[in-house]
């Protein structure tokens, strides 16, 4: 049990609402007593498997953002980057572990042991989210769609809402904000060369600049995220195991470019989905996130306030960045879209115990199967809608990039083809 224990480099697992203790995630872990009720895969509501990351200082975010998108289908994994101590990581496993009875009863919560560097810069993050996506696809093989969210997220519908609303969408749809146009940037992001040195130097979180630059790649199109960053994507199963599990060498051709890139975060899935032809034409240029931009826009978008409350509650959006700890607005959200009163998780159609303002509803259960969406649901469904036509027919999706893209290589031939002939 030891060496599997350090194979899988102290994933701390959640099992009971004792005091966590480090187990063994084998196969046997993989069959939670409480599958046969639960229902994912074809001709069932989707399940999700989610990324919530933070840095030091971030459990308690973490605690909060994993109640309010908690739901038994789904699975989740924690990630505290290396920058925060054991200490706050024990204490995130403990929170979790005494948050509601279902996380130890559905086991579909881990809390990553041994993590990442959080270096700002270079491929530690992106080594971190890869790693957790094979760890969700070996722990849970039944998933959906794989969502990354950070500790300054939250969603603005339930988790019913979203089941729902998902329900109804080609499970072959991925949700990527993406652009090849990287404009003056270019130089910066995908020419500059830097070394993450929190690969390779415990403890370190620096990363070494090359003084030269290189040329931009033309064995492939290099996309990033629009607006600049765009780190936070929903990706489907299947593209994740395309990406994890490495049959075709483009992932891993990319992956090893992408660890030289400043941000990799921001263009590897996004590079890789838009190479790739399996994938590209099911791309859906949205990552189903609302976003408010000072003028001129800044790196990051705004920390969003009770003046952003309408707009963002209007948008439909399932997902809203960034706000800041305890943030007012956070707690307007629970109480009049989530509808999360207590300190247990957002009630949805699967909490069957009483409701009163002492106790937590999801204390008991039933069938899991079963989403009843709220009011936000509708708004949700033609946010959704509203991104997949814009897919369908717009004309910034990275498959129209390439149709437009292969009848200027087709001109530019033609023209050094009549060149040739002069
Ligand atoms: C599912 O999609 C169909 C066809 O687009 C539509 O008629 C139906 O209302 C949708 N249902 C939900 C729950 O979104
Ligand atoms: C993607 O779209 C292009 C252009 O419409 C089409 O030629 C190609 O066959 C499609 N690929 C897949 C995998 O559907
Ligand atoms: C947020 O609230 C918690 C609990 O009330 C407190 O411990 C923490 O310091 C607060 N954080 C900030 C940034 O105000």
């Known amino acids: 049990m030891v060496s599997v224990f350090f194979l899988l480099s102290l994933l701390l697992l959640l099992f009971s609402s004792s005091p966590p203790r480090l187990r063994l995630p084998g196969p046997a872990a993989a069959a939670p007593s409480l599958a046969d009720d639960l229902r994912c895969g074809h001709g069932a509501p989707p399940c999700l498997a989610y990324l919530l990351v933070g840095a030091r200082g971030d459990g308690a975010r973490l605690l909060r953002l994993l109640l309010a998108v908690y739901h038994p289908r789904n699975r989740y994994v924690l990630h505290l980057s290396a920058d925060a101590s054991d200490s706050e990581r024990r204490d995130l496993a403990a929170w979790v572990a005494a948050a509601t009875p279902a996380v130890g009863a559905f086991r579909n919560v881990a809390v990553v042991g041994a993590p990442t560097a959080g270096t700002p810069v270079g491929s530690s993050s992106l080594a971190g989210t890869l790693r957790a996506a094979a760890v ?9 769609w794989f969502i990354t969210l950070n500790a300054a997220d939250y969603p603005v519908v339930t988790q019913d809402d979203l089941i729902y609303v998902l329900s109804n969408v080609s499970r072959q749809f991925n949700f990527v904000d993406h652009t090849s146009d990287i404009g003056q940037k270019e130089s910066e992001k ?3 060369m830097i070394v993450d040195a929190g690969i390779y130097l415990a403890g370190r979180t620096n990363f070494f600049r090359a003084s030269e630059k290189r040329p931009t790649p033309d064995a492939f199109k290099f996309f990033t995220g629009i607006s600049c960053c765009s780190p936070w994507v929903i990706l489907n199963r299947q593209f994740i195991e395309y990406c994890i599990l490495g049959w075709e060498n483009l992932p891993r051709i990319l ?7 400043m941000l990799p975060q921001e263009g590897y899935f996004h590079s890789v989905i838009c190479n790739s032809l399996e994938f590209r034409n099911f791309t859906v240029n949205n990552d189903l996130r609302y976003k408010a931009w000072d003028n001129p826009p800044q790196t990051e978008p705004v920390f969003l306030d009770m003046t952003h409350y309408d707009k963002m509650v209007d948008s439909g959006a399932p997902f809203a960045r960034r706000f800041r700890e305890n943030e007012s607005l956070l707690d307007k959200i629970d109480g009049n879209v989530l509808g999360r009163w207590g300190h247990g998780p957002v009630p949805g ?8 303002w002492f106790s937590d509803p999801c204390s008991q259960w039933s069938d899991v199967n079963i989403v009843r969406p709220g009011p936000q649901g509708i708004k949700l469904r033609q946010y959704i809608n509203r991104a997949l036509e814009e897919g369908e027919f717009g004309s910034k999706s990275c498959r129209s990039k390439f149709i437009s893209d292969s009848s200027m290589t087709l001109k530019a031939e033609l023209r050094a083809s009549s060149n040739r002939s002069l």
């Not at 992956?255 to 890139?261: E, Q």
């Not at 159609?349 to 009163?356: D, F, M, V």
């Open 349 to 356: 159609a699967w909490c069957s115990g009483r409701k009163s």
């Open 136 to 144: 969700l696809l070996r722990l849970h093989p039944d998933w959906d």
């Open 255 to 261: 992956l090893m470019y992408f660890n030289n890139i």
């Open 190 to 192: 995908v020419q500059s």
